[in-house]
């Protein structure tokens, strides 16, 4: 029987078009083994694209090599096709012709024969991917837009599922899931040492390491295993620049970004020991930093690490151009945000979600932190 490896490997070969894509709300990791298979794909000189929905580049991976290449929704040819019924009958004429903004088919039928509405049908089908590889994505409405407004597409070309998380739901033809990696770089390292080593360069090496690197908090979390530092150390043999990693990912915070963390942290509360840790905002603290809600992602992270025992973390945030509310959830220990916090409709995917509301920040604190604590008493140790 084939391993995981070997039917890739056979599938990316026989493949002419290929189509990588992740997640809507990915995480640095899943953005950099992603780069690391389109720069390799790319060397072997597969016609290649890359894309997330509605992807912005990401600050502080900016640097990674082919970032500028990740497109923000599906390049993809389309067919609209009109069917007719033509059982038991003969067609003596195909023809058409444009009628002002209309464009008309003229069917003539054989004698007697004739058609009625009941006949017609149309479909949109057409593309020109002959392989979809999915990078470190729980499930495929995780992918956003992208997924719902392309349905067809993704159920009619082969799809390659990798990642490392336990909660992936294989939805892929091929599921490579390694949940002992620390991380899907780690995954993606040992696919592409499988397929062809000698074409890993130091631009594949720097992402895949970023992606460890990121994933791991820079080892200071995670499933750390000496195989995950061997294969650290391998790019780093092979050319990875971790001082180029580590500059752009944890030495390159502005002042405002850190001021806005030390607000963050002098308004940190928890509930339940620890179990649920968040933080409010308001836009006073915004302008006295000179920052906006967007760069309070990275404080998230850096939450995760220093608060290993918290299982959800909500950072509240008044944004006082839009006149709302922005609420950012956040689930570790495998537990399902999107399904803790349905009744408020949030928008995301199982680890991170958001919830845009026009109700007070300090209402939505009330009832949001009381709603998850309901909730994790319920949920089994």
């Known amino acids: 029987m084939r391993t995981e490896h070997q039917q890739i490997i056979d599938q990316i070969q026989k493949a002419k078009n290929i189509m990588i894509t992740f997640g809507q709300n990915h995480t640095g990791d899943a953005l950099s083994s992603a780069l690391a298979l389109y720069l390799f794909l790319k060397k072997i000189n597969k016609n290649v694209q890359i894309c997330s929905n509605n992807f912005q580049d990401a600050k502080s991976f900016s640097f990674l090599p082919g970032v500028k290449e990740i497109k923000s929704e599906i390049k993809t040819a389309k067919k609209f096709i009109i069917s007719l019924n033509i059982e038991n009958k003969n067609i003596k004429e195909i023809s058409y012709q444009k009628n002002g903004n209309l464009l008309d088919f003229v069917i003539t039928p054989n004698g007697g024969d004739d058609f009625k509405h009941e006949h017609i049908s149309s479909k949109i089908t057409g593309h020109n991917y002959d392989l979809i590889i999915i990078v470190s994505t729980p499930d495929l409405e995780s992918l956003g837009d992208i997924y719902h407004e392309n349905t067809e597409f993704f159920f009619s070309v082969p799809m390659i599922n990798i990642d490392h998380h336990p909660d992936n739901e294989e939805y892929g033809q091929i599921n490579y899931i390694n949940i002992t990696s620390l991380a899907t770089s780690e995954v993606m390292f040992e696919l592409l040492k499988n397929f062809s080593k000698e074409q890993i360069d130091e631009r594949i090496a720097t992402c895949l390491l970023t992606g460890i690197i990121a994933e791991s908090k820079s080892f200071k979390i995670g499933s750390l295993t000496p195989k995950s530092l061997v294969a650290a150390s391998q790019l780093v043999e092979i050319g990875a620049d971790k001082n180029l990693i580590v500059k752009n990912l944890y030495q390159n915070r502005n002042l405002n970004t850190l001021k806005l963390w030390g607000r963050v942290l002098a308004k940190l509360n928890n509930e339940m020991d620890g179990k649920i840790i968040w933080s409010s ?22 939450l995760i690490v220093n608060v290993p025992e918290a299982q959800v973390i909500v950072l509240f945030a008044e944004d006082a151009k839009q006149n709302k509310t922005l609420v950012s959830l956040y689930a570790t220990k495998n537990i399902n945000v999107i399904s803790i916090f349905k009744e408020f409709n949030p928008k995301g995917d199982k680890n991170m979600a958001f919830i845009e509301s026009a109700q007070p920040l300090a209402y939505l604190e009330n009832v949001i932190i009381e709603h998850a604590k309901k909730k994790l008493v319920k949920l089994p140790v």
């Open 281 to 302: 905002l308001n836009k006073i603290d915004f302008e006295k930093t000179e920052s906006e809600p967007g760069n309070l992602t990275e404080v998230i992270e850096e």
